[in-house]
């Protein structure tokens, strides 16, 4: 059966819009969703001064018997679930359409149904962002739509496979078991799987993380039934996602992928009235629609830096315990329990040091910092003044 991909973009084809009755928001995150600490430390080490700040307090911390360890570490994106499911909405009904929003945070599927007992949001679809060990490499898994009343059962499987496979990584027995809960969920019509920003070697694992994602994708098959854009991923990398989905015969799909304010940086555009008619349109009509909003256009490390910015902001307005990113932001103790950094403080605050050196970066967010970041990401300005979005990518 053919299928057909389209990419637009509001900037280049603005009346794309007037087509259709519908945007569609996949692919988001919450204040329930833990994100590593690891890349924030990577970003910002490559600041001026603020490598030394990080190991000096490394080293005082092993004095108290912790050791700072950023893998474990995790901060809670700000938005509370109401908030960003108001986000999403509101950046698709400004263009006039009627907003579907499916909400995946890593792991868990709190946030949606928290905001199915909410009337302006009863009809979230229950979704998550599934960390799914494969072969070498571990991948992540838009699920969206999951049936409510299978929803708990599902996470509880989900979390048994990644924990046995953490335990025997890389073996055939654990490649069949995960293929094999794909079908299954392919089996109900109502439901989603994506193949979330396939080409990101997010877990380090080098060259062969693409040749899992061939495997992976020859071996699943028509049980993925969507590649998706990222809008949180430069141009290069989603240019070469598009290019994989037409070589393996899949579609590509919107995923913003916010875990900041800004929200989500492409939508699908859709005449579907329900959730559900999205997924019939994407899995049996095999027709999707991504278009692009005008956040994406700037500059990419200028975007990631913002978007990660939010983990070391405080927010007054905020509900109590929410508001200072250090309540947002959780590290092991001497004993491994898992505690909130304000806790961890000898005094209930940071240190002065590191107070100063969290203001220089808040600084740098206002003022810019593209000199110190295109170090970090060497090549991406480039790349993306030469690549345009829109149709010619599918």
Do not use: C
Request: no cysteine; glycine share 6%.
């Amino acid at each position: 059966m053919s299928i057909m991909s389209k990419v637009t973009s509001q900037w280049k084809q603005p009346l794309a819009t007037h087509e259709f009755t519908t945007g569609v928001s996949l692919h988001s995150h919450t204040s329930v969703s833990e994100e590593t600490l690891g890349f924030i430390h990577a970003m910002f080490v490559v600041m001026p001064g603020l490598k030394r700040v990080f190991d000096f307090y490394g080293e005082r911390s092993a004095r108290y018997g912790v050791t700072l360890d950023y893998a474990r570490a995790n901060w809670r994106p700000p938005l509370q679930p109401k908030m960003a499911y108001d986000l999403e909405s509101r950046q698709i009904q400004r263009l006039g359409l009627n907003s579907l929003v499916s909400i995946t945070d890593h792991d868990t599927i709190e946030a949606p149904m928290l905001l199915r007992t909410v009337p302006s949001s009863r009809h979230i679809p229950v979704s998550v962002e599934w960390s799914a060990p494969f072969g070498q490499t571990i991948f992540h898994l838009g699920i969206h739509n999951i049936p409510s009343r299978d929803g708990m059962e599902w996470m509880r499987r989900f979390e048994e496979y990644t924990a046995a496979a953490d335990a025997n990584p890389g073996t055939a027995e654990m490649d069949t078991r995960l293929l094999s809960m794909l079908r299954e969920l392919h089996e109900s019509p109502q439901v989603l799987i994506v193949f979330n920003h396939p080409l990101w070697d997010l877990h380090k694992v080098g060259p062969m993380h693409q040749a899992e994602v061939l495997r992976f994708l020859r071996e699943a098959g028509r049980t993925i039934h969507a590649i998706e854009l990222n809008g949180l991923r430069h141009v290069r990398e989603n240019r070469d996602a598009a290019q994989l989905a037409k070589e393996t015969g899949h579609l590509v799909i919107s995923g913003g992928d916010r875990h900041g304010l800004e929200p989500n940086a492409n939508i699908n555009l859709t005449s579907a009235a329900s959730f559900t008619e999205f997924v019939e349109e994407i899995r049996v009509d095999r027709v999707s629609h991504v278009h692009f909003m005008p956040q994406y256009q700037e500059r990419w490390e200028q975007r990631i830096f913002r978007s990660t910015l939010n983990a070391v902001t405080d927010f007054p307005e905020f509900m109590p315990g929410w508001q200072r990113w250090d309540e947002r932001a959780f590290h092991p103790d001497k004993d491994g329990v898992m505690r909130s950094f304000s806790e961890l403080w000898p005094n209930g605050h940071a240190p002065r040091l590191l107070r100063g050196a969290i203001q220089v970066v808040r600084l740098g967010g206002v003022r810019g910092l593209s000199a110190p970041l295109s170090l970090a990401f060497p090549g991406v300005n480039r790349l993306e003044r030469e690549m345009s979005v829109g149709a010619e990518w599918v």
